[in-house]
C-alpha cells in the first residue's frame, strides 16, 4: 500500500486510475543507495529509467581528459534516464548519488507493456522529456552566448522561481553548481563576492536573497555586466 500511495503522487502517473496505478506497482523495483553510489554509468545497457523518491542525483559526463561535466541534478519526485524507455539504448551519462537516496525502478520492456494497455503513460512521459528539452536547451544558450556572471544571475532567478520567493537555499554544494555553469569554483566564489558587494544578492551560507531583482534580471540577459 505504502509503495501505491507514492506512484500515486508522482506527477508522470497523473491521470492514472487506481487499478492502472496497481498494474504499475506490479513491475516496480523499490531500490536503496548509499550516497556516492553509481546507479549506471554511461555506455551501460538501458535496460529502465528511475524515479527519485528520496535523495538526490547528479547526472554527469566524463571527458576524455577526466574532467566531469555536471549536466542535470534530481530531487525527489523527479524522473530519470527516461530516453531508455524509448531507445532501448544505452544510457549517455552517468548517474551518482549525492545523498543517501531511494529509487524507483520501472524496466523498459515491461513498462512498454503497460504503455501499449495505457496510452495515457506515453502522454505523461512525453510531457516529461519535453520539459527536460527545454531545460537543456536553456542550459546550451546560457553556456555558449552568456558570460558566467549572467549564467549565475539566470541559474538563482530560476531557483527564485522553483522555491517561490527572494528568498531561498541553494540545493547543491558550489563545487557542482561551477560544473553545471561551466566554470570553476574559485571564480563561482568570486562572482557571489561580487554580486553580494554590487548589491544584486545577500548570501549567508546556502542561504540566498535577491535584493536587487531588476539588476539580477539586467545580468542574466546580459544588457548589464558584472
Same mark, same amino acid.
Given at each position: ?57 547528479? =547526472? ?45 525502478? =520501472? ?32 542550459? =546550451? ?86
Amino acid at each position: 500500500m505504502e509503495l501505491l500511495k507514492i506512484i500515486a503522487n508522482i506527477p508522470l502517473f497523473n491521470g492514472l486510475t487506481e487499478p492502472q496505478l496497481a498494474e504499475l506497482a506490479m513491475i516496480v523495483t523499490d531500490q536503496q543507495f548509499k550516497r556516492g553510489v553509481t546507479i549506471f554509468a554511461e555506455g551501460d545497457r538501458g535496460v529502465g529509467f528511475y524515479i527519485l523518491i528520496a535523495g538526490q542525483v547528479k =547526472i554527469y559526463k566524463m571527458s576524455m581528459d577526466g574532467k566531469e561535466q555536471t549536466l542535470h541534478i534530481f530531487g525527489p519526485g523527479e524522473p530519470f534516464a527516461e530516453a531508455a524507455v524509448f531507445t532501448g539504448k544505452s544510457y549517455p551519462a552517468y548517474a551518482d548519488t549525492m545523498q543517501d537516496s531511494r529509487v524507483l525502478f =520501472i524496466p523498459r520492456e515491461a513498462f512498454v507493456a503497460l504503455i501499449g494497455k495505457n496510452p495515457a503513460l506515453a502522454m505523461n512521459m512525453l510531457g516529461a522529456l519535453s520539459q527536460r528539452l527545454k531545460k537543456f536547451a536553456g542550459m =546550451i544558450e546560457a553556456l555558449s552566448l552568456k558570460e558566467v556572471p549572467g549564467r549565475l544571475a539566470a541559474h538563482l532567478l530560476l531557483l527564485s522561481g522553483q522555491q517561490g520567493g527572494d528568498e531561498f537555499t541553494l540545493n547543491i554544494g558550489k563545487a557542482q553548481l561551477a560544473s553545471i555553469l561551466g566554470t570553476i569554483p574559485e571564480t563561482l566564489s568570486r562572482i557571489f563576492k561580487k554580486l553580494s558587494e554590487g548589491s544584486y544578492i545577500e548570501v549567508q551560507g546556502a542561504k540566498i536573497r535577491i535584493v536587487d531583482r531588476e539588476g539580477l534580471e539586467r545580468l542574466a540577459s546580459g544588457e548589464e555586466k558584472l
